[in-house]
């Protein structure tokens, strides 16, 4: 599975992060990063979810 942002979307609200803090965090300075983008089979679950709650569409998965 491979993670892809498009950061020219997302506007680090956190909702990902929220969702798969061990993948997605946003930092102090107010940008989101991905820890992980070839997360693990034992996320995958968490991750769709973080994908479909992007307020912004900015998140992609492919699996």
């Given amino acids: 599975m491979k993670i892809t942002v498009n950061y020219d979307l997302c ?3 956190a909702v990902c992060m929220g969702i798969a803090p061990e993948i997605f965090e946003v930092r102090d300075d ?3 990063y991905v820890l992980n983008d070839s997360p693990g089979p034992e996320f995958l ?5 973080a994908v479909a709650s992007c307020p ?3 998140l992609s998965l492919d699996e």
């Fill in 45 to 49: 679950e968490r991750v769709r979810e």
């Fill in 11 to 13: 506007t680090s609200n």
């Fill in 56 to 58: 912004n569409g900015a």
């Fill in 30 to 32: 107010g940008f989101m």
